[in-house]
T-cell receptor
Framework: GAGVSQSPSNKVTEKGKDVELRCDPISGHTALYWYRQSLGQGLEFLIY????????KSGLPSDRFSAERTGGSVSTLTIQRTQQEDSAVYLC???????????????????FGAGSRLTVL | DAKTTQPPSMDCAEGRAANLPCNHSTISGNEYVYWYRQIHSQGPQYIIHGLKNNETNEMASLIITEDRKSSTLILPHATLRDTAVYYCIVRPPGAGNTPLVFGKGTRLSVIA
């Protein structure tokens, strides 16, 4: 697609429910990232996928959070047993794979989606 | 990633140049400087990046000092739509596609 698409744009749920957030990256982008942004706060890295490599899950705040990327394209972020502190905007981004020989070029431009706003009551 | 320091907020009159500073005194020789911005209720948007030479594109200019310890993002004719949080990020060599780390940025308010 022309840009990174995220759905739903808004989600209101009750505490304790599970939610799934979807990200469609730009076609051909092999790297995909999830960030979250709480109200008035900065961007917090959650998880990162690169091709067929194991994802970097170092930013996930708890084991209630998980993500998968099927077929190297669409990704789903799942939050189980949601808590009020999970309320935030969840942002997805994608980028082209930078070949090892070009890593020093610094050409790592992320394209972000508009985000999914999650409200846990 | 090398640490960057930005003022928390700035104002700029509409139509004037907005000059946003970033200090990155611990930058290494081959680290790039990236700028992104985030308009309210939107995801961050890439603006520009550079290594040593000054760079210009349709959105902005990036001026990097000769010692590379600081840089300035210039929006030549700021409009109300340029009101946003601007992030300066320094990337280490070989970072490839690893995630960007966003600091607190500078909140630019363009005033009519």
């Amino acid at each position: 697609g022309a840009g990174v698409s995220q759905s739903p744009s808004n989600k209101v749920t009750e505490k304790g429910k599970d939610v799934e957030l979807r990200c469609d990256p730009i076609s051909g982008h092999t790297a995909l990232y999830w960030y979250r942004q709480s109200l008035g706060q900065g961007l917090e890295f959650l998880i990162y996928f690169q091709g067929n490599s194991a994802p970097d899950k170092s930013g996930l705040p708890s084991d209630r959070f998980s993500a998968e990327r099927t077929g190297g394209s669409v990704s789903t972020l799942t939050i189980q047993r949601t808590q009020q502190e999970d309320s935030a905007v969840y942002l997805c981004a994608s980028s082209l794979w930078v070949p090892r020989t070009l890593r020093s070029s610094g050409a790592n431009v992320l394209t972000f989606g508009a985000g999914s706003r999650l409200t846990v009551l | 990633d090398a640490k960057t320091t930005q003022p928390p907020s700035m104002d700029c009159a509409e139509g004037r140049a907005a000059n946003l500073p970033c200090n990155h005194s611990t930058i290494s020789g081959n680290e790039y400087v990236y700028w992104y911005r985030q308009i309210h209720s939107q995801g961050p948007q890439y603006i520009i990046h550079g290594l040593k030479n000054n760079e210009t594109n349709e959105m902005a200019s990036l001026i990097i000092t000769e010692d590379r310890k600081s840089s300035t993002l210039i929006l030549p004719h700021a409009t109300l739509r340029d009101t946003a949080v601007y992030y300066c990020i320094v990337r280490p060599p070989g970072a490839g596609n690893t995630p960007l780390v966003f600091g607190k940025g500078t909140r630019l308010s363009v005033i009519a």
